[in-house]
């Protein structure tokens, strides 16, 4: 039997000189294990947001679903009580970071499982390192131009805005110039600052002559 003979109907004919009979008609069914259709996704969200996994199967009969979670990277999973629906969703938790979640469709024909997806729950917001480079004199007064950078990493998920992160420089005296580079990922928003004094004028000596006084 192949998965295309589900639902036909068959019966036998009797035949003899006086005529033919024929059997009920008796249908096939043919069960077929489940096949995946949509494999569910891996998310990043910060912690509060609605988590949301979906997937699909097909199969005969119908295959229900369990999802289930894993806290060992996939070591052993767990089923997940009232998630029988071809969506789960919550709201992500810290204490979520790095779960991992599939689903396993069965009917009776048997399971099948889909790709475990892993949940990222961002609660740090990016690094910023500025990197400042010139010659630096005393009472951190630079003696020469300045260049600024900066560094801007999330281990956890992508950068999704910078401000005033693009590398400047100072080439001419001030008392003070602050720059402040912001950036946002995920997790949140932070910000550093970076003030650049610079002073690479030499002194003017200016001689004062005092005459004398005549006696």
């Not at 052993?76 to 992500?92: D, E, K, R, V, Y």
């Not at 910078?162 to 001030?174: E, I, N």
């Amino acid at each position: 039997a192949q998965a295309s003979d589900n639902g036909k109907q068959y019966r036998a004919m009797f035949t003899i000189a006086l005529g033919t009979a024929n059997t009920n008609a008796a249908t096939l069914t043919v069960n077929t294990v489940p096949q995946i259709t949509t494999q569910p996704s891996s998310q990043t969200l910060k912690a509060g947001q609605q988590a949301s996994f979906s997937a699909a199967a097909s199969g005969s009969p119908a295959p229900t679903v369990q999802w289930q979670v894993s806290t060992d990277n996939g070591a052993t999973w767990t089923n997940i009580p009232g998630a029988t629906a071809t969506t789960l969703s919550f709201t992500a938790q810290a204490g979520d970071n790095g779960k991992q979640y599939h689903a396993v469709f069965t009917n009776v024909a048997g399971p099948a499982t889909t790709n475990a997806v892993t949940l990222t729950v961002d609660t740090t917001p990016p690094v910023i390192a500025p990197n400042v480079v010139g010659t630096l004199g005393q009472n951190g007064w630079y003696v020469s131009n300045v260049s600024v950078t900066w560094n801007v990493s999330d281990a956890e998920s992508a950068v999704s805005s910078q401000t005033g992160c693009a590398a400047q420089s100072v080439t001419s005296d001030t008392t003070g110039v602050t720059f402040t580079c912001q950036a946002t990922s995920t997790g949140a928003t932070n910000s550093q600052q970076v003030k650049v004094k610079r002073d690479a004028t030499q002194p003017v000596l200016v001689p004062t002559v005092t005459p004398n006084p005549v006696t």
